[in-house]
Nanobody, 130 residues
Framework: QVRLVESGGGSVQAGGSLRLSCKAS???????????KEWYRQVPGKERELVASMSVDGITTYADFVKGRFAISKDNTRKMVYLRMDSLKPEDTAVYSCRLEPRGYSLGEYWGQGTQVTVWGQGTEVTVSA
């Protein structure tokens, strides 16, 4: 049974970086290669939003709010999809999930279970004087 398993999430300070991974277990290589690959994110109480996508031909697209900061990539041999996230902001905090949709097969779509990314602010210096 095909499973998508994400990893790489965690807590990071604003301005930091993370790399998310999505492993397509038990997926035939030809099916993986023929799939569109996407990363979504969702914050509780809000709709899930598309972050980055890669077509079968390798063309990448990004949501405006991550352009220049995030990069989607793949490794066909390992059947992995990655999301490199740089210059993280507190508003990037969300559960990130990968999605694969094989093209040319009647297989539907596959989703991972998601991985939590938490970005905490750099804080504000407070000076207390007597």
């Amino acid at each position: 049974q095909v499973r998508l398993v994400e990893s790489g999430g965690g807590s990071v300070q604003a301005g930091g970086s993370l790399r998310l991974s999505c492993k397509a277990s038990q997926m035939i290589l030809s099916v993986f290669s023929s799939s569109t690959k996407e990363w979504y994110r969702q914050v509780p109480g809000k709709e899930r939003e598309l972050v980055a996508s890669m077509s079968v031909d390798g063309i990448t697209t990004y949501a405006d709010f991550v352009k220049g900061r995030f990069a989607i990539s793949k490794d066909n041999t390992r059947k992995m999809v990655y999301l490199r996230m740089d210059s993280l902001k507190p508003e990037d905090t969300a559960v990130y999930s990968c999605r694969l949709e094989p093209r040319g097969y009647s297989l539907g779509e596959y989703w991972g279970q998601g991985t939590q990314v938490t970005v905490w602010g750099q804080g504000t210096e407070v000076t207390v004087s007597a």
